[in-house]
């Protein structure tokens, strides 16, 4: 008897601990860095490609998360961490564009809060290149509010602006702005490195920060690094790929194959600002796709 009891505090005892390392896991998903007053950054405890930092934005009445390749188990449980700095509602989570894997299939976002996002965005997660519709639950959630060019929302004395300003890592991006507080929060389309490069436009990309120069702030919440101030960081991304577009582009027409180009593209000139950079070589897959704007591939009616 005195066996089977110590058992039973052990069974329950270990139970506690299973209990309390699953909510501490969930618990350091994010860490919530204050940005100002109602403004918060959540940083990803291990950042990767689908772990992207969250800006957090508490207004009078709700709360708006702006995602990045943001998965809908991730959703879930910063929605809960968000409980820690406001008891506002999460009420909309803005998705920077439709980036994300399909292992985020038959998961949805919590239910209540409705996605804003580009309706290219929508369109991508619903439907496949060739135009055909993809299985129900293939994909993480479409946005429920679409948009094209911008969409305001007013809440009290906060006013959130979220813009597509062209392509760029995507067709689709789409950046947030508090116009107020010269906050902007750029998705994969401006981060604190050299951003990933294998979809979307080198050549717009080019273009499309400088209409994001266009836009009144001060502060960059990007999806990717730390937080910074100003505009030169985009001066320089737009001279990286200026010398990516012009080296590359030449060797291709040249007639070397991808994975030449992209052993040859030299920009260590670039390393002062992207400190990433230790030698001579890009992406092969930023190279990929700069060849299929030089070569369009055949339409998809055409390709099968
Ligand atoms: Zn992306």
């Given at each position: 008897m005195w066996r089977m009891g110590r058992i039973f505090v052990f069974a329950i005892a270990a139970q506690m601990f299973v209990v309390s390392a699953t909510s501490a896991q969930t618990a350091a998903r994010y860490k919530i860095d204050k940005v100002t007053e109602g403004v918060y950054l959540a940083v990803p405890a291990v950042p990767g490609p689908n772990a992207a930092n969250i800006p957090v934005i508490v207004s009078d009445v709700d709360v708006i998360l702006v995602g990045t390749h943001f998965f809908p188990a991730d959703a879930r449980a910063l929605v809960e961490q968000v409980r820690t700095v406001t008891d506002?509602?999460?009420r909309y989570i803005v998705n920077t564009h439709y980036h994300a894997s399909t292992t985020a299939a038959r998961e949805s976002f919590p239910a209540g809060i409705d996605v804003i996002g580009h309706e290219l965005a929508r369109r991508t997660l619903l439907t496949d290149r060739a135009g055909k519709p993809r299985a129900?639950?293939?994909?993480?959630a479409p946005p429920t509010v679409g948009m094209t060019t911008r969409l305001a929302l007013y809440r009290g004395d906060r006013e959130v602006r979220i813009l597509y300003v062209g392509?760029?890592?995507?067709d689709n991006d789409v950046v947030v702005l508090l116009p107020k507080e010269r906050i902007i929060c750029t998705g994969d389309l401006l981060v604190s490195g050299l951003p990933d490069?294998?979809?979307?436009?080198i050549a717009d990309w080019i273009s499309t920060l400088e209409a994001l120069k266009l836009q009144d702030f001060e502060t960059v919440l990007p999806a990717r690094g730390a937080p910074f101030k100003g505009k030169p960081k985009i001066d320089a991304l737009q001279s990286y790929l200026r010398d990516l577009l012009t080296q590359a582009t030449e060797l291709l027409n040249k007639g070397m194959t991808v994975e030449e180009v992209a052993r040859r593209v030299?920009?260590?000139?670039h390393a002062k600002n992207?400190?990433?950079?230790?030698?001579a070589g890009v992406d092969v897959n930023a190279v990929k796709q700069l060849q299929t704007e030089i070569e369009p591939p055949p339409p998809p009616w055409e390709a099968q």
């Open positions: 506002k509602p999460v129900p639950g293939s994909t993480v392509r760029g890592h995507s490069m294998s979809a979307g436009s030299d920009l260590t000139s992207f400190p990433q950079i230790t030698g």
